[in-house]
């Protein structure tokens, strides 16, 4: 069985400050990771995905997350936030073969002026 | 590419009655298709799995009977909530995946539908 688990609920850093969104996830398998991105009643973004290969994924508006086996972890940052990275964020995970995708609780995201 | 759309945005109908939501592809062809329901402030949940040409697969819990999919073609999967009441209010994720890409699991979504029950 596989679960995401992501830290907080609710995230408030100030515009410029560094984002970091936690997100650690349980696999049987060699997971896929995925970030998505929603903003208020639209559908999800994708943000970013981990399947195999480099354990640095970079993905768009200049967020990337870090792929740690050993922390079994997927954690979402960005160096400088705007303004317009306030929304809410989900990490998700699924695996080769499989056809589900389980995402975690999500993440509201603030970012203060 | 790979984009998603749903019809209609947003529905307000009476206690009783039924309502459809469409989920296209615009320009790729989905085997897969997946609806979600999420709650305000919460997560997606994952309501049934649409397979092309056959019957949609649905989560624990989920009434089959009240929640009708129907996936008749690569492009298009329907939502049919039947006999709707004011508990079904929410708003509907439906996604995509490409045909064929098994190895990635990357889903494509639509825009999602709140549907709001008097």
Redesign the interface.
Same mark, same amino acid.
């Given at each position: 069985a596989q679960s995401v688990t992501q830290l907080g609920s609710h995230v408030s850093v100030s515009e410029g400050a560094l984002v970091l969104l936690r997100c650690n996830y349980s696999s049987s398998v060699p997971p =896929?990771l $995925?970030w =998505?991105v929603q903003y208020p009643? %639209? &559908?999800? %973004?994708?943000l970013l /995905?981990y *399947?195999t290969g480099a354990t640095l994924v970079k993905g768009i508006n200049g967020f990337e997350a870090e792929f740690k086996k050993s922390e079994t972890s997927f954690h979402l940052t960005k160096p400088s936030a705007h303004m317009s990275d306030a929304a809410e964020y989900?990490c998700a995970v699924?695996? *080769? !073969? &499989?056809? /589900? *995708?389980i $995402? !975690?609780? !999500?993440t509201?995201l603030f970012v203060k002026a | 590419g790979a984009v998603v759309s749903q019809h209609p945005s947003w529905v307000i109908c009476k206690s009783g009655t039924s309502v459809k939501i469409e989920c296209r592809s615009l320009d790729f062809q989905a085997t897969t298709m997946f609806w979600y329901r999420q709650f305000p402030k919460q997560s997606l949940m994952l309501m049934a799995t649409s397979n092309e040409g056959s019957k949609a697969t649905y989560e624990q819990g989920v009434e089959k009977d009240k929640f009708l999919i129907n996936h008749a073609s690569l492009t298009l999967s329907t939502l049919t909530v039947t006999s709707a009441h004011p508990e079904d209010s929410s708003f509907y994720i439906c996604s995509a995946r490409v045909g064929g890409i098994l190895e990635d699991n990357e889903q494509f979504f639509g825009p999602g539908t709140r549907l709001t029950v008097l």
């Open positions: =896929y $995925f =998505y009643n %639209q &559908g999800l %973004q994708l /995905k *399947t989900f699924s695996s *080769t !073969g &499989g056809f /589900k *995708t $995402f !975690g609780a !999500g509201r | -």
